[in-house]
Each structure stands twice: as C-alpha cells, then as structure tokens.
C-alpha cells in the first residue's frame, strides 16, 4: 500500500487496513492473513502493529530484507 505523501496522517491507511481484514473475514471466512513489507518500513510497521498485527519469521524465506506480519482472525 503506498499513501501519496500529501494525504498521509489523515487515517486512511487504518481505514484501508480495516477494510481489507473485514474483507478477507467476510469474504474468504479467513481464519487470519498476513503480509509482508521493506524491513526499514517503520511507519508501516506501526500501521499494521496499530491493527493488530504481530512479527514472525516465516518457515521458508527466499526474500533480504523483508519483515513479515500477521493477524488471525
């Protein structure tokens, strides 16, 4: 997800972020998703953390320098 910059700090990527989970819950019956961002993303980071997602480090990883995230449902 990339916000333009002049439309950053106003809330949109937690509405996109709660979007997309209620999505996946609604439409998928997911038990949970996950995603994967730039290690030094911070800002996203926080985004995902804010929305419940937690750090883990995937069993196969064939990608430097990539933080991974999940959420279960």
């Excluded at 980071?45 to 750090?55: D, H, K, N, P, V």
Aim: charged fraction near 25%; hydrophobic fraction near 35%; aromatic fraction near 14%.
């Amino acid at each position: 997800m990339v916000i333009d910059p002049a439309h950053r700090g106003k809330g949109l990527g937690h509405l996109f972020v709660q979007y997309i989970v209620d999505y996946a819950k609604e439409t998928y019956a997911s038990r949970g998703m996950w995603l994967d961002m730039k290690c030094h993303n911070a800002r996203a980071r926080r985004l995902y953390a804010s929305e419940g997602f937690t750090s883990f480090v995937p069993a196969r990883d064939g990608k430097l320098g990539r933080s991974y995230m999940r959420r279960k449902f």
